[in-house]
């Protein structure tokens, strides 16, 4: 009982780390080369576990080996533009101008039910609403609207909006987060300080965000 546990247990993390060294993606987001990797990954790892007659290594030789390739081509395809074209693909407009471009769907095999479920995804109630509609190299589909469906900006009010950064968490569950302290270059007092104005003590506090233009949010324990 004890070593398919532990093969499985190493089998998971050779795993975790393979797909660790590939880089943070979503499965929607993976290129094409790297898609077939995390499969073939997935396969090695699955038979060494499945069947103890065969040796772990027969497993985590091939997983480092396709890791080491996938890593070794990204490299080159940062590089070469030719390469990266030739392996991941290039962008294709698929609507220009509020048409479909009826040859490139042709050539994608995309039907225009799957474009028009995508644009109401992402609130686009028609394709004559489109300027440019562009099916990226990892299959999602990039829309630039033309002007008069653009939503309203500040800047198109002649509003100054108020500045704002990217909120960090600084207190989580009435404790200090070191890493985001150190990122913002603040320390405890500041932060004890800024709950003292408010008259909250830090382990009253559930939730803090704090951002490097000031703007903070502030949610106790116990609040709904």
Do not use: H, W
Not at 17 to 28: D, E, H, L, N, T
Not at 57 to 80: N, Q, R
Request: charge should be positive; include cysteine; charged fraction near 20%.
């Amino acid at each position: 009982m004890a070593v398919p546990l532990l093969r499985t247990l190493i089998l998971y993390l050779a795993v975790v780390i393979a797909v660790r060294a590939m880089g943070k993606r979503q499965i929607g987001e993976l290129d094409p080369s790297e898609l077939v990797v995390t499969i073939l990954v997935s396969d090695l790892a699955a038979v060494p576990m499945q069947d103890l007659g065969i040796p772990m290594f027969a497993g985590l030789v091939p997983i480092a080996t396709l890791v080491a390739l996938e890593i070794l081509m990204s490299y080159v395809a940062l590089k070469s533009r030719l390469f990266r074209r030739l392996l991941n693909g290039q962008p294709a407009i698929i609507i220009r101008g509020g048409l479909l471009d009826v040859k490139k769907l042709r050539q994608m095999r995309l039907t225009t039910d799957e474009i028009i479920e995508t644009l109401r995804k992402q609130n686009v109630a028609s394709v004559s609403d489109v300027k440019y509609g562009v099916i990226e190299p990892d299959g999602t589909l990039t829309v630039i609207l033309k002007q008069p469906q653009q939503p309203v900006t500040a800047e198109m009010l002649g509003l100054t909006p108020k500045d704002t950064g990217l909120p960090l968490v600084v207190v989580s569950d009435g404790k200090l987060v070191a890493r985001s302290l150190q990122l913002l270059r603040l320390d405890a007092r500041d932060i004890e300080n800024r709950l003292k104005n408010q008259s909250i003590a830090l382990s009253e506090v559930f939730l803090m965000t704090l951002d490097d233009c000031g703007n903070s949010f502030i949610q106790r324990k116990g609040d709904a």
